[in-house]
């Protein structure tokens, strides 16, 4: 705690800068007014003022660049309104981005369905998303590989900015894949300038925050009695959460070339990271490479953009799904590390210490970009882009410990590689005819995706194959039982689209995008699909009876309809999977049979996203931007796995069963109160709302999950929607659960759980979500402030840690599990009585109100005086920056228990005070 209280002060002492890579000191401020956006990957740019669209860029003066996350997306949360990022409390690991609302029916038997993310395109390559193979054999359990967030593979210093496509007018020109939407990140690029070199380092400290209180020692022996354990206390009091985590720290630097002649411009960056995690033994690093060159005459020009990133993620600190018993010591008399005695779980830091769990990944990530002026009005361009990626995630769990004890040990291999490609041909038309603008775009696009997995495992090191050292880990084909598995997806598309825009006299303006999408991932009579929106909008200002206004500066009304659609869903799904075996003969002859998860179904076909977007922008005084979008997006044919009769041989098949829709209002407002060259005070916030629903399902009708999972899909109910039990307190004459059932007060054992007794006890999308930003600039000082906040938006926690008492024998609870029923009469009681019947999982009493407001991120920055004709440096910079700052709650934690602050992360959050330096020269 001295510690915090030491940074705090040095904090308040020293101001430090963004370190982001920018001019010392700008006065190029921008407005809705007068900014210039990317409108595609297809290089296309429009001014803010003409874009029909519903979009948002966001620029590196708009995303503090210091915050010490291992991802870009992470950076942005409260930045746009409508984009909700789900953080995921562990480094590296896949980040849910929601585009205006869930971009799919949520699933409710474990199969992987249709992509829920948006399509992320960097420099016009198609990001490859690393996600689960639907092979069945190749998901979850201890065969599972360790998926990675792609985002966490590009260098957040690389990144110049991010454009942000919502509705049909803006998403419509990429057709099938953009129905969750589409992000365009674009990277920094070399300027024609003597050579410029960019260096800077920065170093934090780490701590967790908001977590969860347990049971000591003592408290969790008085639990196990109350449950009937006839054994006293052992006086052994551990607290396995200190024992597995600890301080931790933050290492990131980066170094940057750039320049360029009239002909020729290049820049290369190298960058370095390393976050380690409170838990011990774990941590990410990464390590960088990145180039662009640039040619270009009057009529040609050429880009080439290379970025190469090694992802490393250790982590043999995995047994985290639950804390160990305090009364189970760390050591045995003898020193050596304590057996718990019961089969697969283990003394967490003798698995730390002696299994080896990690994960390398590395990939390259390259375009090229070619365009050829024919005359004033027509350009040929061209983009070729790929993403490659080779995964190895490596698993060695020793028999000294109860990880793999009772199999002789166990070692695992999963190998991924990945290529993404695609190639586009486009040219662009742009004319003026007087008061007349038009321009257009036409194209050819032809794109590939494909996966290998292999899958390595082996049990049962005995004898001369057991090594006596620990660092050495065993491959799987040298266990007595050895299997090998491997599976090939493959996704190949091509399209034709075409895109115009008109405007007269900068008041009236239309687009209109249509796009054809073929896809291997449906039959032939289902895989071609046309996609399109069209997009109006009325410069309102710009008419006589306002365009000269002093205050009104922008007054544009907007409207779009279009179609897009999804085929992200694996390979080949419409014709069924088979599965090939080798019989192990001396011949090795295989055969094939169906895999048994889904049959081949030639009608399957395009998920389809019909968007309705209306918007309004607002400029008042060059000063302040106010933009409000109210929006609907009608989801059909959506893919759903669908149960299937019996006689069929299946259990469940893959159709376009079900339809759904998200509709809200979007609405931000930035300010800038003080805009010259030495002093800048800018202030933004946004707010969007979504509401979801379920219109449609086909087949056997409502979809319900098993009951631990409390999801279910019911028409007129929203598909992200936590089914269960209404609980209403302990009775306090028998300590038993009550529960409101159809309406009837009853016990726990006075009823059985069955779908037709639930009923909506939370909902898991927030009904709002926003964020606030101030950045203020007083001479060489700037202060730079991130709060986002939801409203709405349940959690269900893990019952485990409040009162399921009859699994405590070696694992701990949270405090909250003294709160038991101790007799008749006990009216206080918020726990059964602990040899009760067990607790039901999906009940209220473990749903929690997610509402919160967050102080994200809090920087400080100091512009050292350099006088550049006495020094070699250009510029120089410190800073400061404070991550994961604060919480408020609306639902409080109670005195000496935990709620949703606590519970929210069964794993917490770390907040990070780090300083560093920039320097440009």
């Keep these: 705690m001295r510690k915090n209280f030491i940074v705090v002060g040095l904090l308040l002492a020293t101001l430090s800068v963004n370190a982001q890579e920018k001019d010392p000191i700008k006065n190029d401020t921008v407005n809705l007014a007068e900014s210039v956006i990317v409108t595609s990957s297809y290089g296309t740019t429009s001014k803010r003022k003409d874009v029909v669209g519903s979009l948002t860029q966001l620029t590196e003066d708009d995303i503090i660049i210091s915050q010490p996350f291992e991802s870009i997306e992470k950076m942005i949360a409260g930045l746009d309104p409508g984009?909700?990022?789900?953080?995921?409390?562990?480094?590296?690991?896949?980040?849910?981005?929601?585009?205006?609302?869930?971009?799919?029916?949520?699933?409710?038997?474990?199969?992987?369905?249709?992509?829920?993310?948006?399509?992320?395109?960097?420099?016009?390559?198609?990001?490859?998303?690393?996600?689960?193979?639907?092979?069945?054999?190749?998901?979850?359990?201890?065969?599972?590989?360790?998926?990675?967030?792609?985002?966490?593979?590009?260098?957040?210093?690389?990144?110049?900015?991010?454009?942000?496509?919502?509705?049909?007018?803006?998403?419509?020109?990429?057709?099938?894949?953009?129905?969750?939407?589409?992000?365009?990140?674009?990277?920094?690029?070399?300027?024609?300038?003597?050579?410029?070199?960019?260096?800077?380092?920065?170093?934090?400290?780490?701590?967790?925050?908001?977590?969860?209180?347990?049971?000591?020692?003592?408290?969790?022996?008085?639990?196990?009695?109350?449950?009937?354990?006839?054994?006293?206390?052992?006086?052994?009091?551990?607290?396995?959460?200190?024992?597995?985590?600890?301080?931790?720290?933050?290492?990131?630097?980066?170094?940057?070339?750039?320049?360029?002649?009239?002909?020729?411009?290049?820049?290369?960056?190298?960058?370095?990271?390393?976050?380690?995690?409170?838990?011990?033994?774990?941590?990410?690093?990464?390590?960088?490479?990145?180039?662009?060159?640039?040619?270009?005459?009057?009529?040609?020009?050429?880009?080439?953009?290379?970025?190469?990133?090694?992802?490393?993620?250790?982590?043999?600190?995995?047994?985290?799904?639950?804390?160990?018993?305090?009364?189970?010591?760390?050591?045995?008399?003898?020193?050596?590390?304590?057996?718990?005695?019961?089969?697969?779980?283990?003394?967490?830091?003798?698995?730390?210490?002696?299994?080896?769990?990690?994960?390398?990944?590395?990939?390259?990530?390259?375009?090229?970009?070619?365009?050829?002026?024919?005359?004033?009005?027509?350009?040929?361009?061209?983009?070729?882009?790929?993403?490659?990626?080779?995964?190895?995630?490596?698993?060695?769990?020793?028999?000294?410990?109860?990880?793999a004890s009772n199999v002789g040990g166990r070692s695992r291999i999963n190998k991924s590689d990945g290529t993404n490609w695609n190639w586009s041909v486009h040219a662009l038309y742009n004319k003026d005819f007087g008061k007349h603008h038009i321009d257009g775009l036409l194209g050819l696009e032809v794109r590939?995706?494909?996966?290998?997995?292999?899958?390595?495992?082996?049990?049962?090191?005995?004898?001369?194959?057991?090594?006596?050292?620990?660092?050495?880990?065993?491959?799987?084909?040298q266990a007595?039982?050895?299997?090998?598995?491997?599976?090939?997806?493959?996704?190949?598309?091509?399209?034709?689209?075409?895109?115009?825009?008109?405007n007269y006299d900068s008041k009236y303006f239309f687009t209109g995008s249509i796009r054809r999408d073929e896809s291997s991932s449906f039959g032939s009579d289902k895989g071609i699909t046309p996609n399109g929106g069209l997009g109006f909008a009325w410069m309102i200002s710009n008419e006589d009876f306002l365009k000269h206004s002093t205050i009104l500066k922008v007054l544009k009304l907007r409207a779009s309809w279009g179609m897009t659609g999804n085929s992200r869903i694996g390979t080949y799904r419409s014709s069924g999977l088979y599965n090939v075996y080798q019989n192990g003969f001396i011949y090795d002859y295989f055969y094939s049979y169906?895999?048994?998860?889904?049959?081949?179904?030639?009608?399957?076909?395009?998920?389809?996203?019909?968007?309705?977007?209306?918007?309004?922008?607002?400029?008042?005084?060059?000063?302040?931007?106010?933009?409000?979008?109210?929006?609907?997006?009608?989801?059909?044919?959506?893919?759903?796995?669908?149960?299937?009769?019996l006689e069929t041989g299946y259990t469940s098949a893959e159709i376009n069963a079900t339809s759904m829709y998200n509709k809200g209002i979007e609405a931000s407002i930035r300010v800038h109160w003080l805009k010259n060259k030495n002093n800048r005070w800018t202030t933004s916030f946004n707010i969007g709302t979504v509401q979801n629903k379920v219109t449609e399902i086909l087949g056997f009708g409502?979809?319900?999950?098993?009951?631990?999972?409390?999801?279910?899909?019911?028409?007129?109910?929203?598909?992200?929607?936590?089914?269960?039990?209404?609980?209403?307190?302990?009775?306090?004459?028998?300590?038993l659960d009550r529960y409101n059932v159809n309406g009837e007060i009853l016990d726990s054992n006075q009823f059985s759980p069955s779908a037709d007794k639930t009923k909506i006890i939370g909902n898991t999308q927030p009904e709002a979500i926003g964020g606030f930003m101030n950045s203020i600039q007083i001479g060489n000082f700037t202060f730079n402030a991130l709060f986002n906040f939801q409203i709405g938006g349940d959690i269900?926690?893990?019952?485990?840690?409040?009162?399921?008492?009859?699994?405590?024998?070696?694992?701990?609870?949270?405090?909250?599990?003294?709160?038991?029923?101790?007799?008749?009469?006990?009216?206080?009681?918020?726990?059964?009585?602990?040899?009760?019947?067990?607790?039901?999982?999906?009940?209220?009493?473990?749903?929690?109100?997610?509402?919160?407001?967050?102080?994200?991120?809090?920087?400080?920055?100091?512009?050292?005086?350099?006088?550049?004709?006495?020094?070699?440096?250009?510029?120089?910079?410190?800073?400061?920056?404070?991550?994961?700052v604060l919480y408020w709650y609306k639902e409080k934690s109670p005195h000496d228990r935990n709620g949703v602050r606590e519970f929210k992360y069964l794993y917490p959050e770390m907040r990070t005070y780090s300083m560093g330096f920039r320097v440009n020269f």
Aim: proline share 5%; aromatic share 12%.
């Design 83 to 403: 984009v909700q990022i789900v953080n995921n409390t562990d480094l590296g690991k896949p980040v849910d981005i929601n585009i205006r609302g869930l971009g799919s029916i949520v699933g409710v038997n474990g199969l992987p369905g249709t992509s829920t993310q948006p399509l992320i395109i960097i420099d016009g390559v198609y990001m490859r998303e690393d996600k689960a193979s639907n092979i069945p054999f190749f998901n979850g359990g201890v065969n599972a590989e360790m998926n990675i967030n792609p985002l966490a593979r590009l260098s957040t210093d690389n990144v110049q900015s991010i454009t942000i496509l919502k509705d049909a007018a803006a998403v419509a020109l990429y057709g099938a894949d953009a129905a969750n939407g589409v992000i365009l990140i674009t990277t920094k690029k070399g300027r024609k300038s003597k050579p410029k070199f960019t260096y800077s380092s920065q170093y934090g400290i780490s701590t967790s925050i908001n977590k969860i209180k347990y049971l000591s020692g003592e408290q969790h022996a008085q639990i196990r009695t109350a449950y009937g354990d006839k054994d006293p206390w052992n006086g052994v009091d551990v607290n396995w959460f200190d024992v597995m985590n600890r301080e931790s720290d933050y290492f990131k630097t980066n170094f940057g070339v750039s320049g360029g002649t009239d002909h020729f411009t290049y820049r290369f960056g190298v960058d370095y990271s390393k976050n380690n995690e409170s838990k011990i033994f774990n941590y990410l690093e990464k390590k960088g490479i990145d180039l662009n060159l640039g040619y270009h005459t009057k009529k040609f020009r050429v880009n080439l953009s290379a970025a190469y990133n090694n992802f490393y993620k250790n982590n043999p600190n995995t047994y985290f799904s639950f804390v160990l018993a305090p009364t189970i010591p760390i050591y045995d008399e003898n020193g050596e590390f304590n057996k718990t005695g019961t089969r697969g779980i283990t003394n967490p830091l003798a698995a730390a210490t002696q299994n080896k769990v990690y994960t390398e990944n590395n990939s390259l990530l390259s375009s090229l970009n070619a365009e050829y002026q024919v005359t004033n009005d027509i350009k040929i361009s061209s983009v070729f882009g790929i993403d490659y990626s080779k995964k190895n995630n490596v698993s060695w769990q020793t028999p000294m410990n109860e990880s």
């Design 448 to 477: 590939s995706a494909k996966d290998y997995k292999e899958n390595f495992t082996g049990s049962g090191f005995t004898g001369a194959n057991y090594p006596a050292v620990i660092d050495y880990i065993l491959q799987p084909w």
């Design 480 to 502: 007595t039982n050895y299997a090998y598995r491997e599976s090939t997806t493959e996704q190949n598309g091509r399209s034709t689209f075409a895109q115009i825009n008109y």
């Design 594 to 645: 169906p895999d048994s998860s889904s049959p081949p179904n030639k009608n399957l076909g395009w998920e389809k996203d019909e968007k309705f977007n209306l918007g309004l922008d607002i400029n008042l005084l060059n000063r302040i931007d106010i933009t409000v979008d109210l929006y609907r997006n009608n989801k059909s044919s959506i893919i759903t796995s669908s149960p299937v009769p």
């Design 702 to 735: 409502d979809q319900y999950s098993v009951a631990s999972l409390a999801r279910a899909n019911r028409v007129g109910a929203p598909t992200s929607a936590i089914w269960g039990y209404e609980w209403v307190g302990i009775n306090p004459e028998t300590g």
């Design 796 to 884: 269900l926690i893990n019952g485990e840690l409040i009162d399921k008492y009859n699994i405590s024998g070696n694992r701990n609870m949270s405090v909250n599990a003294l709160d038991y029923w101790t007799g008749p009469g006990d009216t206080n009681a918020l726990n059964a009585k602990p040899a009760s019947k067990a607790p039901i999982a999906n009940s209220s009493k473990y749903v929690y109100d997610n509402t919160h407001i967050k102080l994200q991120n809090v920087s400080f920055s100091y512009q050292l005086p350099i006088k550049k004709d006495t020094s070699f440096i250009d510029a120089a910079s410190i800073f400061m920056d404070v991550s994961n």
